[in-house]
């Protein structure tokens, strides 16, 4: 079973950035797709980003394009999400999710789930 702990959500002002950490249990992640999910209320849980085991391969949702990046350790059992120019709109609890194999489509199978981290933008 692989365990996967976000750490990094708060409350933040518009404009502002924030870093998001995922650290999973098992250094077998190294070879999985690693990627982060947001849920705002109401509204169905979407892939925001995600990146392939090695690094090199990542898919970005056009909410946040431009503005996140996500990117792996050096180990490759760790992933981070760093958001820039915050906005009220990105206010959701963010999820980090592993996959053991990937998936071409923009979204991932879930293989494994955080959490959560509540992330807050204020205007």
């Known amino acids: 079973q692989v365990q996967l702990v976000e750490s990094g959500g708060g409350l933040v002002q518009a404009g502002d950035s924030l870093t998001l950490s995922c650290a999973a249990s098992?250094?077998?992640?190294?070879?999985?797709?690693m990627g982060w999910f947001r849920q705002a209320p109401g509204k169905e849980r979407e892939c925001v980003a995600k990146?392939?085991?090695?690094?090199?391969?990542?898919y970005y949702s056009d909410s946040v394009k431009g503005r996140f990046t996500i990117s792996r350790g050096n180990a490759k059992n760790t992933v981070y999400l760093q958001m820039n120019s915050l906005k009220p709109e990105d206010t959701a609890v963010y999820y980090c999710?592993?996959?053991?194999?990937?998936?071409?489509?923009?979204?991932?199978?879930?293989?494994?789930w955080g959490q959560g981290t509540q992330v807050t933008v204020s205007s």
């Open positions: 098992r250094r077998t992640t190294s070879n999985y797709a």
């Open positions: 990146v392939s085991w090695d690094g090199i391969s990542t």
């Open positions: 999710a592993a996959d053991s194999i990937s998936i071409s489509a923009p979204t991932m199978r879930g293989d494994y």
